[in-house]
């Protein structure tokens, strides 16, 4: 018996993962709301308290899937760039733009949750991350190597940064950023003038 | 009778403009609610819509303010900068993290407001963001005196968005982010490599 209630409450899971995640992606995270997700899963208001603690760890588990969806398309645009530190650079800053474009609803939602103050993010979170800064360590490292690891991983925040702001601006319509159709030949000046 | 009219009704817009931007500071943009400000400003929650037309026209009220504070701010900062261009681009992004963290629930705002899709932002807006981009356009034309307007523009909105995501990462606790403690050296550091 117990089997059987941990299957369904993992089935259950599962599926609230994935209906979250479509309406994430739909409707964006600040209208997601708990009566819809029952909704769509076909279960009571309650059960969705008894699988997540709140709303919100049901949105950290659709960012871990998003983060490993991120992470599988710059890797894979690494696989195909040259061996050229900065032009691996500037591939992976590219497929960064493409995700978010292509995911834009729940590539905000991985840095529009809600972080009670003061409080670390998760450990998953942080491996994620640590992953996707890995591979931007890398070509760093070429680049300059007379870094240390604790300067070449400030350089890697603040490099991801920028890009991240590039990216963000410029896909929000904000007039304050570069227009989409510029945004990947302004991500790439940036970059090379980086390693100049 | 007409004039005591137009009066109070100035006198009720500042009023409003004033507690919204109290009430932003305070708690946040999403936290913002019609029905508080009119307990503010001890009027009916259907004045505030005979002065204006609905709660966001009233937070871009608030946000006409926050530029030109935000732009006074950098003026000041650039009128005691060094000659030198790059460190007149360092010494305003320097300043842009110091308003950023002082102001920061109004600077998000400035971000946050919604938008309607497709919908340019109104033209004071574009006013305001022109005259920061103009202070960072100087400095520009002397680095790359070879780009024509156009290239500097677009350079411009992506050294913008540059600062500005690793500003925004970096107040915002987000584990991806720059740490407080390094923000200006690291904008120091990006922006000492593009002159270079």
Known sequence: MAGKVQARRAALRDA????????????????LRARDLA???????????????????????????????LGAQVAEA???????????LIVMSHAYHRFAAEN???????FDIERPAGQAAPDWYLQEMGQLFAYID??????????????????????????HGIVLLGLDEASAGVPAAQLDEMISLILSHLAS
């Open 78 to 88: 690494l696989a195909d760039a040259p061996q050229d530190a900065t032009e691996q």
């Open 39 to 69: 909704k769509d899963a076909g279960c009571a208001l309650g059960a969705i308290y008894n699988v997540f603690g709140d709303l919100n760890d049901l949105v950290l588990a659709v960012n871990a899937r998003s983060f490993h969806a």
């Open 104 to 110: 834009f609803n729940t590539w905000r939602a991985l």
């Open 16 to 31: 609230l993962i994935q209906h979250a995640e479509q309406r994430i992606e739909t409707d964006g995270l600040k209208n």
């Open 138 to 163: 890398a070509p760093l490292s070429v680049l300059f190597p007379d870094h240390d690891a604790e300067k070449r991983a400030l350089l890697t925040k603040a490099l991801f940064s920028s890009v």
